[in-house]
């Protein structure tokens, strides 16, 4: 299990473990963790430590420590830019010490020349509760500028290891090539801008084993976690074994959204794939002529799980077709408009709480700020608190959508995505997630095993994609279904 855990939660673990340990010991283990990942990814000779006045900055030493020690067989020139207060922790005094009985050479501000083969970033860790600014932002800017490989220690510098956010206002941070993160993983490196100032993540237990740690609030989702659904079909199915689905959506000028969250569906494995349009467009699908196009207005879904919202606009037909959806026990996927007109309508939010049948919502960071009541920028700033608290308002499984998209149910359960990438930053890729949550629950799969599920296989489709060559730049919705068909059944296999 790849566990996340929280500032508080890994400062809980630290202080249980320093009880037992003597003095300095997780310092030291994490400079030596950090001096082997730093020997794997050097590209050159030099390398640069930066060390701050907290305890991220005493690793930082240890780190120089053992790159440049008596005893290293690396023919590495070490030079430390030790950036600490007056008084240090005694682990970071002591770290110190080593590193200036060392061959490291110690400088007061940035050397000139970019030729540094490794930057290790060890300015500010976990501690980090401010903006950082003046000199120290210069410097921030000053290291990102010059585009080196950077390993940075537990945290890149200015990123909020809860959130993923550059703590802030006006905030920087660290653009790290490969962050090694101390004692449990982080949330905030795997979601919001966390992805993209982390680079590759490594875990560095410290030793400390997993049974010395508590269960963590937060995991990264993983197959493991939904594995128990991914069985090889039976040779005696039919397409009744395998669910209804019925996409509601389709305003004027809107048709395609629903298409291509039938397309969802259809290819990852539903038995018969309805599209109910707000305004019929069409008597087939000439491209996907499986999926049975269908008027919303009198459509009679029977046991179908329905995939309501995409395109559907805010017509009084839009209105009438979702009341309905809330007022029934199908299982449901709320996307897109429906998920507007339930944050204009506390009536509506009301319903959806207490009708007691499964429900998937999967807003963007928006339409989780409408039916939250605040900005985006809130929604942003704390996305695990944000699906957290939208899952337990609606007693619904949230899917927050976006870079580490973040999925959360009513018990408090909150998972992380890792798959997937800026190429799903594309029209049409959430109509296809939606209705994939669709085709999982059909076939049978619970609401949260639907929702991780079907966010880890479409992340996965558009890696695939971009694996072999076709994004992100330029990636579409429409090859997401394709794509994910096939990491479906290699995982089912
Ligand atoms: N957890 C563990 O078990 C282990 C933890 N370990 C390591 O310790 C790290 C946490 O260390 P930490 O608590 O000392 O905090 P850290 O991140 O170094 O920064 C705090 C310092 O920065 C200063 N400061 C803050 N903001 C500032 C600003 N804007 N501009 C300027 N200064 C600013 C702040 O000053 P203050 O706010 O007190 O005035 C304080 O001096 C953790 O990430 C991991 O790397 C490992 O050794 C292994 C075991
Ligand atoms: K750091």
């Known amino acids: 299990m790849k566990s996340l855990y929280s500032v508080a939660e890994i400062r809980n673990i630290e202080h249980n473990m320093a009880e037992s340990l003597p003095a300095g010991t997780l310092m030291q283990r994490a400079g030596e963790a950090a001096a082997s990942a730093a020997r794997a990814i050097l590209a050159g000779r030099k390398v640069l430590v930066l060390a701050g006045p907290g305890n991220n900055g005493g690793d930082a030493l240890e780190v120089a420590a053992n790159l440049a020690g ?128 982390a680079g590759q993540v490594q875990l560095a237990p410290l030793g400390i084993d997993p049974g010395q740690r508590p269960a963590a609030g937060a995991r990264l989702n993983e197959p493991a976690l939904f594995a128990r659904h991914l069985a090889p079909r039976r040779h005696n199915s039919h397409k009744g074994s395998f669910g209804d689905v019925a996409v509601i959506g389709g305003a004027k000028g809107m048709a395609g959204a629903p298409l291509m969250a039938a397309r969802g569906a259809l290819f990852t494995g539903a038995g018969r794939v309805f599209v109910a349009a707000i305004e019929p467009a069409g008597a087939v699908d000439f491209v996907q002529p499986e999926i049975m196009m269908r008027d919303a207005q009198d459509f009679d879904s029977g046991d179908a799980t329905l995939v309501i919202g995409p395109g559907m606009g805010d017509s009084v037909t839009a209105m009438r077709v979702l009341f309905k959806a809330l007022e029934g026990k199908a299982a449901l996927v709320i996307d897109a408009d429906a998920l507007n007109l339930i944050a204009d309508s506390p009536d509506l939010q009301g319903r959806l709480a207490q009708r007691g049948a499964t429900a998937i919502v999967t807003p963007h960071p928006l339409e989780a700020a409408r039916l939250l009541g605040v900005t985006s920028a809130v929604v942003q700033g704390d996305r695990l608190a944000a699906a957290r608290e939208l899952a337990s308002r609606l007693n619904a499984v949230v899917v927050l959508k976006g870079s580490g998209t973040v999925i959360a149910n009513a018990g408090g359960a909150v998972v992380i995505n890792p798959t997937g990438n800026a190429g799903l930053a594309t029209a049409g890729s959430g109509d296809v997630l939606a209705g994939m949550c669709g085709s999982l629950l059909a076939q049978g799969w619970q609401a949260w095993e639907a929702a991780i599920g079907a966010v880890w296989v479409h992340g996965a489709a558009a890696d695939r994609l971009v694996a072999q060559g076709s994004g992100p730049i330029g990636l579409t919705a429409g090859e997401l279904p394709l794509a994910a068909r096939a990491v479906l059944n290699a995982l089912a296999r």
């Open 70 to 197: 008596a005893d290293t067989d690396l023919d590495a020139e070490v030079t430390v830019l030790y950036l600490g207060g007056p008084a240090p922790s005694a682990d970071s005094a002591r770290a110190l010490a080593r590193a200036r009985a060392s061959k490291a050479v110690f400088v007061d501000s940035l050397p000139l020349g970019r030729d540094w083969g490794l930057i290790v970033d060890g300015l500010f860790g976990i501690g980090l509760a401010r903006p950082i600014d003046g000199d120290m932002r210069a410097l921030v800017e000053a290291i990102n500028a010059l585009g080196r490989p950077v390993l940075a220690l537990d945290v890149p510098s200015g990123l909020d290891a809860d959130t993923g956010a550059v703590i802030g206002p006006d905030g920087v941070a660290i653009q790290a090539t490969r962050t090694i993160t101390f004692i449990g993983d982080k949330p905030g490196l795997h979601t919001f801008e966390g992805r993209d100032y």
